[in-house]
């Protein structure tokens, strides 16, 4: 367990780092940022940071010897530089979490091994194996590269007039996964946590809106059953208790309808804080950033209660101009990044309204 004056150090600088470290600081802890050259905007709100490569083990280790537990904002952390790591200092949430998560196809069996719903899916690695994989699951399916593939990237919408060799080609021809395509009513999120001593909470279900596949908006309350809302709650339970999981994580779900009822479908698990709890940042008695520095200081979670409907947007590249009138509209909650250039598609900041 973490006492207050410990550091907590943080694998990756960008925003979601940034707002950890914020979260950080008014319970006594300090933190450490370790990410590769860039544009690091954690750095600016942070006690210590390393620019060094995640392969570079004399800085991991020199990184390790200066906090009491590592934690991440990214999943896609090399599986070496997580384990020369955790050989020195605890790494949490523990790697597990990450081996799972970045591979789409272990994603997807270990949800689906759950006896959670997936969307149907078959794993392809060649031509081949797409031709054959497309006369099971039909058109249209999305083929996704089976790693590093976020906010779109990686994947191909396969269509009636789209030919298997073209969408092949589309995803780099790489190892992946086809998937049947779901005619969502809505996507939504789950934000939730689970600490040391296997306390697990969840805020309430939002519902995402995405625009050229990036998160655009989150909304509370989703439009969903409170069946609905149960159901995905208690399987983000059951996923953070099959990881033995510590911190904040989130699934995304995609909600179809079958008659009069809803069906809800796993899209993916984030093993970190997410943009689609951005809203808890003022909407929420504890942000998902404050819930996991708790978590993985090993100290009792907050309350996750939310305090109002809740609209939330994401500022992408040159939306982030609409500051001036953001922080004139009263009781709006803007949060800027602290980025150094606003290129198209780049998460630029967020803001929220809360209504009380
Ligand atoms: P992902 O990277 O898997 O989260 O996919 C990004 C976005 O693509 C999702 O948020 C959906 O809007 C869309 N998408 C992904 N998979 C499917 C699917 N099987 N059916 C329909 N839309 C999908």
Known sequence: MLKPGDTVGILGGGQLARMMALAAAPLGLKCHIFAPEGDNPAFDVSAAHTIAGYEDKAALTAFAASVAVVTYEFENVPASTADVLSALVPVLPAPRALAITQDRLTEKSFIRDLGLAVPDFIAVSSLDELEAALQRIGRPSVLKTRRLGYDGKGQAMIRQD?????????????????????????????????????????YDICENRHAHHILAQTTLPAAVTSTTEAAAKDAA????????????????????????????????????????????????????????????????????????????????????????????????????????????????????????
């Not at 951005?278 to 200081?297: C, D, K, M, P, Y």
């Open 162 to 202: 789209m030919s298997a060799q073209s969408a092949w080609e589309a995803i780099g021809q790489a190892p992946a996964i086809l998937e049947a395509f779901v005619p969502f009513e809505r996507e939504v999120s789950v934000v939730a946590a689970r600490s040391s001593s296997g306390e697990v909470t969840a």
């Open 237 to 356: 339970r059951q996923i953070a208790e099959a990881l033995g999981y510590i911190g904040v994580f989130a699934v995304e779900f995609f909600v179809a309808s079958s008659g009069a009822n809803e069906v809800l479908l796993v899209n993916e698990i984030a093993p970190r804080v997410h943009n689609s709890g951005h809203w808890t940042l003022g909407g929420a008695e504890t942000s998902q950033f404050e819930q996991h520095i708790r978590a993985v200081a090993g100290w009792p979670l907050g309350r996750p209660k939310r305090l109002g409907r809740i609209e939330m947007e994401n500022l992408i590249g040159d939306e982030v101009n609409r500051w001036p009138d953001l922080l004139a509209e009263p009781g709006v909650l803007l949060e800027l990044y602290g980025k150094r250039e606003a290129r198209p598609g780049r998460k630029m900041g967020h803001f929220t309204r809360v209504y009380r």
